[in-house]
């Protein structure tokens, strides 16, 4: 089995003496090619940790992070974000596109920053893959929540990267324009054969996902395949309860 990303006993600290937390303990984790992980655990677990030691955006203590067959603590800085950059997708709650810029412009942005003019066709491509290219002039303010998501969406994919980390998309958009990314998601991985791995506390957001991995005290306390949302609601109350 490929392997999209595995943490190998990966742990991370913050702080020290009596304000030392352990945000990661010991964590390992593969996350299979091709498919759609979600991440959920009471606040304070580790999840946005986990993401930003996964995304080479942060370093664990000790243990190793390996994306695909590179081991992310062999780069130097310069070379993270090279990696980062042609390899690996992010989409956040907040959107984070520039206002200022059309739908097709924040699209064009990851290829440009990594040296490489973008065609219409791949631009075309990225926002036709989310419906939305007859948007592709228009600015973020002029745009719903949820189209916005999409355009990030479309900028994530453009790279074509490995793994696509999402930290809460849903989270600022309305049941229907949340569904409607979570679809989107879905088929990212199913339509699109990349990997997905998305934080998020929502459990009828994690059903969407093959996996979810359940994370408490820096550690992974339960794996459920096939979720549905009604187990993984009961699941999250009882670690909350803990
Ligand atoms: N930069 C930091 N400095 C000190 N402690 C930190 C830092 N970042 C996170 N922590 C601590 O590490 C632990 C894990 O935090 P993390 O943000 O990964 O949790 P989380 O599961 O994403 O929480 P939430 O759902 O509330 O966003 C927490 O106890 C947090 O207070």
Redesign the pocket.
């Given at each position: 089995m490929d392997l999209a990303v595995d943490l190998r006993s990966v742990t991370k600290v913050?702080?020290s003496g009596a304000a030392r937390?352990t945000?990661l303990a010991d964590l390992s984790f593969s996350f299979p090619a091709g498919s759609f992980t979600a991440v959920m655990?009471?606040?304070?677990?580790?999840?946005?940790?986990?993401l930003q030691c996964a995304a080479g955006l942060d370093r664990p203590d000790s243990g190793q992070v390996m994306l695909t067959d590179v081991d992310l603590a062999t780069l130097n800085e310069d070379q993270l974000t090279l990696l980062r950059r042609e390899r690996i997708g992010f989409v956040f709650q907040a959107f984070n596109l520039i206002s200022a810029l059309t739908a097709a412009q924040n699209v064009r942005l990851p290829l440009l920053l990594g040296g490489r003019t973008p065609s219409d066709a791949e631009v075309d491509w990225a926002l036709t893959s989310v419906g939305l290219a007859e948007r592709a002039a228009h600015r973020p303010g002029e745009l719903s929540g949820g189209q916005q998501q999409r355009v990030a969406i479309a900028r994530a994919l453009i790279t074509k990267p490995d793994v696509l980390f999402a930290d809460e998309p849903t989270g600022a958009l309305d049941t229907s324009s949340g569904r409607e990314v979570l679809e989107l998601l879905r088929g990212v991985v199913d339509q699109h054969h990349r990997t997905v791995i998305m934080?998020t506390?929502d459990p009828v957001a994690a059903s969407y996902a093959d996996v979810v991995m359940f994370?408490a005290d820096?550690r992974v306390v339960d794996v459920m395949r096939d979720p549905a949302a009604d187990r993984i609601a009961t699941r999250m109350t009882n670690l909350e309860r803990r």
């Open positions: 913050y702080g937390v945000a655990g009471p606040s304070g677990s580790g999840k946005s940790t986990l934080v506390h994370l820096g």
